[in-house]
């Protein structure tokens, strides 16, 4: 099948890859499934909407994964072809953490720039 989007990492200035990181280190495995499925299919049938994806903002949106620890998001943007993987986090609320939202945004700014 072929895909709509290539998906990518954010890259820090230092290299880091702050979402891989996130999945390697505080997702368990079995919700590393769970996410990377949502992604393939968003990477699959680009552009979508609710439930699985939700436009957080201009060029924002949200990948909404529901797993064992509780409800996950990525974060993205899109350039060109490319899904770029922002942020990711656990929601613990019903609302998105100011200071989620708030990394997402600075990071989509430095990647669309």
């Known amino acids: 099948m072929k895909t709509v989007l290539d998906v990518r990492f954010y890259r820090s200035a230092s290299a880091d890859e702050p979402v891989r990181i996130w999945l390697k280190e505080e997702v368990s495995a079995e919700a590393r499934r769970a996410i990377g499925g949502d992604i393939k299919t968003v990477q699959l049938g680009w552009p979508m909407g609710m439930p699985l994806v939700?436009?957080?903002?201009?060029?924002?949106?949200?990948?909404?994964s529901s797993i064992p620890e509780g409800i996950a998001r990525v974060m993205f943007t899109t350039v060109k072809q490319d899904m770029v993987l922002l942020h990711g986090f656990v929601k613990k609320s019903d609302k998105t953490p100011k200071a989620d939202l708030a990394v997402a945004k600075k990071r989509r700014d430095e990647v669309i720039k």
């Not at 939700?54 to 909404?64: A, N, P, Q, T, Y």
Request: charged share 65%.
């Open 54 to 64: 939700r436009k957080m903002d201009d060029r924002l949106w949200e990948v909404r």
